[in-house]
């Protein structure tokens, strides 16, 4: 820089001035920058548009799930079947698409009644204290002390297998969760200075619950929720892979992949394009999760 600064040449063989090449570089490497909210809420919008997908399922699905509609075992492609056929001419396309409604379904009413139940829970043993409060954490705590799996099986063998009671055994394993979450921030929330104003008033219990602590438990618990749709749908799709779910020929995405594994090193789309189905959904449900926590986060 002295040299430059003096009027004197540099040497010959001298490097460029490297700020100026660097510059240059930040130039046209530099790309357009986009607001994280935007992308969070692209996001989050997953969840409707799966919903809104699997809604329009009995229109969008090309055939009948349970009817076979042309020659077994056609490869993706052939024969007009976008996905190909199974063994007995069914079209995949329509079993998968069937299924992943089933499944979408199945795994918001889990986390819907998960969180009615857990956050009810939760809710009366936070706001209540004393010996309700810990009456309710150590059966809370009896349920989180069995292994989830384990028990989702025993209640579906218990009950027989069936769709319904597979909701029902996922259903009694996962509410702990959301009561042990909703309790903790109705036990934060209720030591803040306008819930402690509320009480001096002489607000009611009830009302006080309603209004003073529940809304502001409501966002962790949606986040929690959205953030194990993912899960559920995988535990689901387990359960039914282990023949606990729906009777065939119901289309269930598990159930079809466990059915025909042994078309697998021939016939490798009749058993992978229901797993592609779980995967995809599992997918949506984390993005859709991630993106809700981070938009917490940012207010």
């Known amino acids: 820089m002295a040299l430059v600064s003096s009027g004197v040449s540099p040497a010959a063989g001298a490097l460029p001035a490297a700020p100026l090449v660097r510059g240059r570089e930040r130039k046209l490497l530099a790309l357009p920058k986009i607001d994280s909210a935007i992308v969070n809420w692209i996001g989050l919008s997953l969840i409707a548009v799966v919903t809104l997908i699997a809604l329009a399922v009995p229109v969008l699905a090309p055939y009948d799930p349970l009817t076979p509609v042309g020659m077994p075992l056609q490869a993706p492609g052939h024969g007009g079947?976008?996905?190909?056929?199974?063994?007995?001419?069914?079209?995949?396309?329509?079993?998968?698409?069937?299924g992943v409604r089933s499944s979408w379904f199945a795994a918001l009413a889990v986390v819907a009644l998960g969180?009615?139940?857990?956050?009810?829970v939760g809710l009366i043993a936070g706001a209540a204290g004393g010996w309700l409060d810990s009456l309710l954490m150590r059966i809370t705590d009896a349920f989180l002390s069995l292994p989830a799996p384990v028990l989702a099986i025993a209640v579906v063998a218990a009950l027989g297998p069936g769709f319904v009671h597979t909701l029902i055994a996922v259903s009694i394993v996962w509410w702990p969760f959301y009561a042990r979450l909703v309790r903790g921030e109705v036990a934060r929330l209720k030591a803040r200075p306008h819930v402690e104003a509320a009480k001096l008033a002489g607000v009611s219990p009830m009302r006080l619950a309603g209004r003073h602590l529940l809304p502001g438990a409501v966002p962790n618990a949606l986040v929690a929720a959205s953030l194990d749709i993912g899960t559920l749908i995988l535990t689901l799709a387990a359960l039914s892979f282990l023949g606990l779910g729906q009777s065939a020929p119901a289309p269930e995405l598990g159930a079809d992949s466990a059915r025909n594994l042994s078309y697998f090193l021939q016939q490798w789309w009749i058993p992978v394009m229901p797993g592609l189905g779980v995967l995809a959904l599992a997918l949506v449900g984390n993005i859709a999760g991630d993106c809700l926590r981070n938009l917490m986060k940012t207010r």
């Open 81 to 98: 079947f976008l996905l190909g056929t199974d063994s007995i001419g069914r079209d995949i396309l329509s079993r998968v698409l069937f």
């Open 115 to 120: 969180l009615v139940i857990g956050g009810l």
